[in-house]
Nanobody, 121 residues
Framework: QVQLEESGGGLVQAGGSLRLSCAAS????????VGWYRQVPGKQRELVAA???????NYADSVKGRFTISRDNAKYTAYLQMNSLKPEDTAVYSC???????????????WGQGTQVTVSS
């Protein structure tokens, strides 16, 4: 079994920074693509940033130039560095990772429980 745990959320003033972490644990053979998503009550969940196994990244237009996604494969952990935060960045942030639990198995997607990010004006 695989668990994903996010951490690093909290309350920050506009213009501030936060760094989210997404750590995978359990029976892991490979830690593949990772995506950070956010959701506000009443709105659809949106993809904020994603990183491939090889380190290729893509970002939502709303966060380009402010957020940076990265990963440490040795620690099975992905990060989301969020700078110049705005009140509209307030949301629950969740990570999704594709993980294979054994050699020659198809990676499955796993989700973390989410962490609240609140940006005050």
């Amino acid at each position: 079994q695989v668990q994903l745990e996010e951490s690093g959320g909290g309350l920050v003033q506009a213009g501030g920074s936060l760094r989210l972490s997404c750590a995978a644990s359990g029976s892991i053979f490979s830690f593949d693509g990772v995506g950070w998503y956010r959701q506000v009550p009443g709105k659809q969940r949106e993809l904020v940033a994603a990183i491939s196994t090889g380190g290729s990244t893509n970002y939502a237009d709303s966060v380009k130039g402010r957020f940076t996604i990265s990963r440490d494969n040795a620690k099975y952990t992905a990060y989301l560095q969020m700078n110049s935060l705005k009140p509209e960045d307030t949301a629950v942030y969740s990570c999704k990772a594709w993980v294979a639990t054994a050699r020659l198995t198809i990676p499955r997607e796993y989700w973390g429980q989410g962490t609240q990010v609140t940006v005050s004006s």
